[in-house]
């Protein structure tokens, strides 16, 4: 069974840091790409990063380059989201997903979601 499960999020304050965990089955570390993505109630999701299955491609959207970056460790399942200089602005729940599939932040074509973790980030 495929499975992903997010972790780190948290309530912190504006210009602070959180690290975000996925922690996914061998068959989904096997899958070519894995992403993060973001949403806020009554609005749409937002796509944040994306990786390669080696972890020597990655893609930004323009809201968070150069404050976040992606990063993957293959030993242990794992996907990462270290976000910096957080703003209001970057508060969602926060999915991690994975597609059998090239590099791309095109939030539908992303076959498998785990449930989710709330980042919220005071002003």
């Known amino acids: 069974q495929v499975e992903m499960t997010e972790s780190g999020g948290g309530l912190v304050q504006a210009g602070d840091s959180l690290r975000l965990s996925c922690a996914a089955t061998?068959?989904?570390?096997?899958?070519?790409?894995v992403g993060w993505f973001r949403q806020v109630p009554g609005k749409e999701r937002e796509s944040v990063a994306a990786?390669?299955?080696?972890?020597?491609?990655?893609k930004y959207s323009d809201s968070v380059k150069g404050r976040f970056t992606i990063s993957r460790d293959n030993a242990k399942n794992t996907v990462y989201l270290q976000m910096n200089s957080l703003k209001q602005e970057d508060t969602a729940i926060y999915y991690c997903?994975?597609?059998?599939?090239?590099?791309?932040?095109?939030?539908?074509?992303?076959?498998?979601w785990g449930q989710g973790t709330q980042v919220t980030v005071s002003s």
């Open positions: 061998e068959a989904t570390r096997d899958f070519g790409t």
């Open positions: 990786i390669t299955k080696d972890g020597s491609k990655t």
């Open positions: 997903a994975a597609r059998p599939g090239p590099l791309t932040l095109v939030s539908i074509l992303f076959t498998f």
